[in-house]
């Protein structure tokens, strides 16, 4: 991690990182901290309201000069929630690259050889396993089955709970719905309960805050509008443990 730039943004340099090895450019990029803040609440009053504590930065396709679209997803949302473990400790080690989670996933035996280098999609398994290995933190898994029923019930207050206890990012994934996305936060009033999640899928030139939340790449999300055919994994960073 280099030198803070502001109190909005970071500067990456990923040459130290694992880019060396051609397979990502080196460059360095600034990276916005907390796109969150600011972004209006749902229209509902709270019955109960939780979120992360603490700082990170947002990272998707492309802040690192390696166009991942289409298979990367979960890599960022592992970055950005190794972020926040950078920013909350006082030995700062950077967001792992994705030439160093493939590695990490090989060297760990869940992964072939062959996977260093490739475009395979990773998941909320592979993301506690990633987290544990750079940071010794331990993640708890959540499975969550399909439908309405399940999601306002299993998975917000399995939220509500780990916000209040760890205050960490969560990643959040499923089979149908497959697109992995970053939970900062859990709102539940009385018509129902909305999820703060921040997409990893933006891919351009760098854009500010309020223009990220402005096209709904951080935006308050309905749990009904989650696909509700589809299961959904969470994986939780369990930080209180090691206390952070």
């Known amino acids: 991690m280099d030198e803070k730039v502001g109190a ?36 509902s009053d709270p019955v109960k309201c939780s979120q992360i504590k603490g700082d990170y930065l947002y990272f998707h396709y492309g802040c690192d000069g390696c166009d991942d679209r289409g298979w990367g997803c979960g890599y960022r949302t592992i970055q950005t929630m190794a972020s926040w473990l950078c ?9 792992p690259s994705l030439p160093e989670i493939q590695q990490a996933l090989v060297t760990m035996g869940d992964k072939p050889g062959s996977f260093s280098g490739s475009r395979e999609w990773i998941g909320t398994f592979e993301a506690s396993l990633v987290l544990d290995y750079f ?17 306002e019930k299993v998975a917000v ?8 206890k760890h205050g960490s990012p969560v990643m959040m994934g499923g089979d149908r719905d497959n697109s992995s996305k970053g939970i900062l936060g859990v709102w539940t009033g009385e018509k129902g309960s909305y999820l703060l999640v921040v997409d990893p899928h933006y891919y351009g030139c760098e854009l500010e805050r309020s223009e990220l939340q402005r096209r709904g790449w951080v935006a308050w999300k309905r749990v009904s509008s989650l696909d509700q055919s589809s299961f959904y994994n969470l994986c939780m960073p369990q930080t209180a443990t090691k206390g952070i």
């Open 8 to 43: 909005s943004e970071e500067r990456i340099d990923w040459g130290g990182s694992g880019a060396e090895e051609g397979k990502t450019a080196h460059q360095i990029q600034s990276l916005l901290k907390n796109i969150h803040s600011g972004l209006p609440n749902p229209p």
């Open 87 to 95: 920013l909350s400790r006082t030995q700062r080690r950077p967001a």
């Open 135 to 151: 940071y010794d933190v331990p993640c708890k898994l959540v499975h969550v089955r399909g439908g309405g029923v399940e999601l």
């Open 157 to 164: 207050e399995e939220l509500h709970q780990h916000f209040e």
